[in-house]
């Protein structure tokens, strides 16, 4: 079928019917950026009708900075006896959670690098204390890759670290590191993290567990649309097998562009145009949208500020994207790849929201709806900066 065909399938039919690769792919090459974000936008209010936008208060702790895998687009990590490494304690750990219950979260999105330095148990006694101190706080914590090395250091399986990591208090899995499950690229980019059927085995054992875990995608290596579209694949196969298990599998889709200014992926392939800047603000929301139209199985696509802005962020809340992420409040591990926002307010996601004619609804980290403040009624001196950047619908 020609991308006129499906979008006016799409945009006729009140149901959710499943689009092949192929139809993505020829929506993906050659659809106009508008009318593919109208025809997203159109399928969001199938899978969420209403005109809310959700939000998450919550903090980002990156617990650590020693790690192992050496992936080339991380700026963050630092080696094994690096002068810059760095290891929280609990009580550093603790005050960043007394911060962030100061302002009403109800997250904590815990993660770091493979460290083979910590044992077992320092992370079994972390969860039971948070657990402890911090009830109403929801644990997400550790990527599937450093499951992975928690498991190498224990010598128990992956399921056995998940299972005990569970039991100590832990709620949900981070969906950091699948960056783009397509073996080619994988190996090109990060060749010492595992193949991508690891990444997705380790989130199938958490779902299975009853874990709340999310999916994510980095764009801009230089893939074709074809492998971003086998990323989607895999996400919407997996999501398929725990569904007919009777778990949700993943709450939500959020992806992002590389970011490139300060490593070594980055200075690898300076001067090469199509790498310099990973993906700009037309060719992320022409992602969203595909998300949105291929992952007809996953409830929530998120908008993503913290790479792209405040202003491509509203615009993906009308390409087809529902959710607009988090407060973070702290965040270390993009930051440190050259984007210079860190953190967003309550207010100024309000105020994204709302300025792209939608109504934010508070939300925990398994998309249940909380109490949600108006923080527009006494609005800041200082509001949100414009969009530094500019698109073009073509």
């Known amino acids: 079928m020609t991308w006129e065909a499906i979008l006016d399938r799409i945009r006729s039919s009140n149901e ?57 687009f991380c700026s963050f990590y630092r080696p094994p006896g690096h002068d810059e490494t760095y290891t929280q304690s609990y009580e550093e750990i603790r ?5 962030l219950e100061a302002i009403g979260g109800s997250r904590i999105l815990m993660q770091g690098g493979v460290n083979p330095s910590l044992d077992f148990e320092w992370y079994l006694d ?23 090395g928690i498991a190498e250091v224990t010598n128990l399986s992956t399921n056995e670290v998940l299972t005990h990591l569970k039991s100590a208090g832990m709620h949900g899995l981070p969906g950091g590191g699948a960056e783009m499950l397509v073996e080619t690229v994988r190996s090109d980019v990060s060749p010492k993290k595992g193949h991508p059927d690891n990444w997705l085995r380790v989130m199938k054992e958490a779902q299975l567990l009853g874990l709340t875990t999310s999916a994510t995608n980095v764009i801009g290596f230089g893939e074709t649309n074809q492998d971003r ?15 007919e298990n009777g778990y949700p599998g993943f709450t939500s889709f959020i992806a992002w562009p590389v970011q490139l200014e300060t490593n070594t992926y980055g200075k690898r392939n300076r001067g090469q145009n199509r790498f310099e800047r990973g993906a700009g603000s037309t060719e992320y929301l022409r992602h969203v949208a595909i998300s949105r139209l291929f992952l007809d199985n996953v409830n929530h696509i998120q908008a993503s500020w913290p790479t792209m802005g405040m202003g491509i962020a509203q615009m993906a809340l ?29 207010y100024e ?9 939608f109504i934010p609804v508070r939300r925990n980290s398994d998309y249940v709806r909380l109490e949600t403040p108006n923080a527009l009624e006494n609005a800041p001196t200082v509001v949100c900066e414009p969009p530094s950047q500019v698109v073009e619908l073509v």
Do not use: W
């Open 16 to 72: 959710i019917f499943r689009l092949t690769v192929d139809e993505c792919v020829e929506l993906y090459n050659n659809a106009p950026l508008h009318q593919l974000m109208a025809a997203a936008h159109h399928r969001r209010l199938l899978h969420n009708p209403s005109n809310e936008v959700s939000y998450l208060v919550d903090r980002n702790i990156n617990y650590t900075n020693v790690c192992t895998i050496n992936c080339q």
């Open 95 to 99: 005050q960043r959670i007394v911060e």
């Open 349 to 357: 996601l309000q105020l994204s929201i709302t300025r792209a004619g």
């Open 229 to 243: 579209i086998q990323h989607l694949d895999r996400i919407r196969q997996q999501q398929d097998e725990v569904h």
């Open 126 to 148: 972390l969860l039971k204390e948070l657990r402890e101190h911090h009830p109403t706080i929801d644990l997400d914590c550790f990527s599937p890759i450093e499951i992975e």
């Open 318 to 346: 009308l390409a087809g994207a529902d959710d607009a992420g988090s407060t973070m409040m702290e965040e270390n591990v993009v930051s440190a790849s050259g984007t210079t926002k860190l953190s967003a307010t309550e």
